[in-house]
């Protein structure tokens, strides 16, 4: 645990770091300024060791009129994870390309951006289709994209099953004396 608190200390004395949370002695997450994020990418990637992208998800929070941004690196040497998050506007959902650092990157890019709507300028073929072939309207990972409606106007009305009492069903077709 001492490498990774080193790597998050060397994050905070160099960028600054707004939150930080211990998960488990080897997952650290910390919440860095958007612009401070791509510098602090390539910091861990470069510096501390921290080589292989994970992942790139997003969460809305719709009340507060943000999207969270999260970058998981793990660092090979020490098996390790640090988490780093960021927050963005819903309003004007726009962030920096991380394409450069690793190149699985675009990928995770655009489905940002079919799923929750977020914007990469400059990330590569961010604007094609990725999994929602010809889909319009509001992205289907926000929270305020209402389920129920969709289902309704897209698909025709189907019959549920019907319920059944367990017991009053075994006896019926099973145990029939």
Do not use: C
């Amino acid at each position: 645990m001492k490498t990774i608190l080193n790597s998050v200390k060397n994050i905070e004395q160099i960028f600054g770091v707004l939150a930080k949370k211990i998960q488990r002695p080897d997952l650290i997450f910390i919440t860095v300024e958007k612009k401070q994020v791509l510098s602090v990418l390539s910091h861990l990637r470069d510096i501390e060791e921290y080589t292989h992208l994970v992942m790139i998800t997003a969460i809305d929070y719709l009340e507060q009129g943000k999207f969270q941004i999260l970058y998981l690196l793990h660092n090979y040497k020490n098996n390790t994870d640090l988490g780093v998050k960021t927050f963005i506007s819903r309003e004007d959902a726009h962030m920096y390309s991380a394409h450069h650092l690793w190149g699985q990157v675009a990928t995770y890019q655009r489905e940002l951006h079919e799923m929750f709507g977020i914007d990469f300028p400059g990330s590569p073929r961010v604007n094609e289709n990725f999994a929602l072939e010809g889909w319009e309207g509001i992205p289907p990972m926000r929270r305020d994209f209402d389920t129920l409606r969709y289902s309704q106007e897209t698909y025709n009305f189907r019959k549920g099953r019907a319920t059944n009492d367990p017991k009053k069903y075994m006896k019926k077709n099973l145990h029939k004396e």
